[in-house]
């Protein structure tokens, strides 16, 4: 069964730091486009973060020069590095890729369960 587990959230002060980890297991071949969501309470899931499989990057204009997202191919893990938190970041992060498992053609996208991220004073 092929899983997405995010791991790393939990509560900081505003301008304090955390590092979420998202990694990927399973029958897996190979792992495409890699995202970063996030879900405030009563607000639609939103793209924070995207890495592509040549290592391209693209942020949402509300985390840029704060959050950086990299990749460990052979981990298969997806990280976000973020900096500099604010209140406004509280919310459930999310992982999600474009996997191509074993013995089935074609990239399918899963989703991890998601982690806390809470930032106050």
């Known amino acids: 069964q092929l899983q997405l587990v995010e791991s790393g959230g939990g509560s900081v002060q505003p301008g304090g730091s955390l590092r979420l980890s998202c990694v990927a297991s399973?029958?897996?071949?190979?792992?495409?486009?890699m995202k970063w969501y996030r879900q405030a309470p009563g607000k639609q899931r939103e793209l924070v973060a995207t890495?592509?499989?040549?290592?391209?990057?693209n942020y949402s204009d509300s985390v840029k020069g704060r959050f950086t997202i990299s990749r460990d191919t052979a981990k298969k893990t997806v990280y976000l590095q973020m900096n500099s938190l604010k209140p406004d970041d509280t919310g459930v992060y999310y992982c999600?890729?474009?996997?191509?498992?074993?013995?089935?053609?074609?990239?399918?996208?899963?989703w991890g369960q998601g982690t806390q991220v809470t930032v106050s004073s």
């Open positions: 890495i592509t499989s040549g290592d391209s990057t």
């Open positions: 399973g029958s897996i071949f190979t792992i495409n486009t």
């Open positions: 999600n890729a474009d996997i191509w498992r074993l013995g089935i053609r074609g990239f399918s996208n899963y």
